[in-house]
């Protein structure tokens, strides 16, 4: 079993479970600082009730893309093709998003958080409003992890033991910050899994704009007529010609290249459209990550302040 698969989700997982590990935390300590511990049963059946929603989205999204490999129908082909670009897609999106904006809002997380619960509180139902806090906390992380799952597709048991083990990290670090009181560099913790994570989406972007070439591949041989899709001179079909093939000297399947791969996006191919899509996305959403880590600027005094 090539554990290497494991690396990708382990590094998403661990990132997106530390959230939530943040959250469930913060409403934890609240509950107990208002005197309303007995409401944590609603928090730990929230926790409960976001990961099955994300596994079974995970075993839905998974079931499909299964019976779509296995399926002798003429555009099974072209629907899987489509159906990972499209999760690539979203997956790109959505870590991306929250790659910039969690990073910008992790400053007023904690404020943001124990300001829902104390609205909770204040009403009648109190612990079904702190169960949909915690289940979506979890559930969006989850989902997030769960499509990035999807737009892999890695068959096997690495990709899940990655997800698994990421998960276990998450808790284990919730329970040294919430029970332990260990301190944990958090800042520098998200800074470097925010690094690994961008590289990590940046190799998505290749990965997504394959199956989009081999989806109209697929839809083009199944109607020649349609050929002029196909504008490319090489055995690809819209990437444009090669720009990078490095299978002799340093293979994306084989040691060191295959780890390279798992965390930094490396291909032993490379098409030009595939090349200037991730220079652009790593450009993009690079410098938007590490101005989003840039302290807020100080406000500037209003003219009643300064009279």
């Known amino acids: 079993m090539d554990l290497t698969a494991a690396l990708p989700t382990f590094v998403v997982t661990l990132r997106e479970g530390v959230e939530a590990a943040l959250v469930v935390g913060i409403v934890l300590a609240c509950l107990s600082k208002a005197g309303q511990s007995r409401l944590n049963s609603w928090v730990y059946g929230g926790i409960g009730a976001g990961l099955a929603g994300s596994v079974l989205v995970g075993v839905l999204l998974g079931g499909v893309l299964a019976a779509l490999n296995q399926s002798q129908q003429r555009y099974a082909p072209v629907l899987r093709q489509a159906m990972e670009a499209g999760f690539g897609l979203v997956a790109i999106a959505l870590l991306s998003w929250m790659l910039v904006w969690m990073t910008r809002q992790a400053r007023s997380l904690k404020a943001e958080v124990e300001g829902a619960v104390t609205s909770a509180l204040q009403q009648d139902g109190a612990g079904w409003g702190v169960f949909g806090l915690i289940t979506i906390a979890v559930l969006r ?28 990290g998450a808790v284990v670090i919730g329970i040294l910050l919430f029970q332990l009181g260990v301190k944990i560099n958090l800042r520098r913790f998200f800074q470097v899994m925010g690094v690994l994570l961008l590289l ?29 899709l196909c504008f490319s001179a090489g055995p690809d079909c819209v990437l444009g010609p090669q720009v990078w093939d490095a299978r002799a000297v340093l293979p994306d399947k084989q040691f060191p290249g295959v780890l390279l791969k798992a965390l930094l996006g490396y291909r032993d191919q490379l098409y030009l459209g595939q090349a200037i899509a991730y220079l652009a996305f790593l450009g993009t959403v690079g410098w938007l990550y590490f101005q989003s880590l840039s302290p807020a600027a100080p406000k500037a005094p209003s003219l009643q302040q300064k009279a």
């Open 141 to 168: 992380e989850g989902f997030e992890t769960v499509l990035f799952l999807a737009a892999q597709f890695q068959e096997g048991l690495a990709p899940a033991l990655g997800a698994v083990a990421g998960l276990v």
């Open 200 to 228: 990590i989406v940046s190799g998505l972007v290749i990965s997504m704009l394959r199956h989009v070439d081999m989806a109209i591949a697929a839809w083009v041989q199944l109607h020649p007529d349609l050929s002029y």
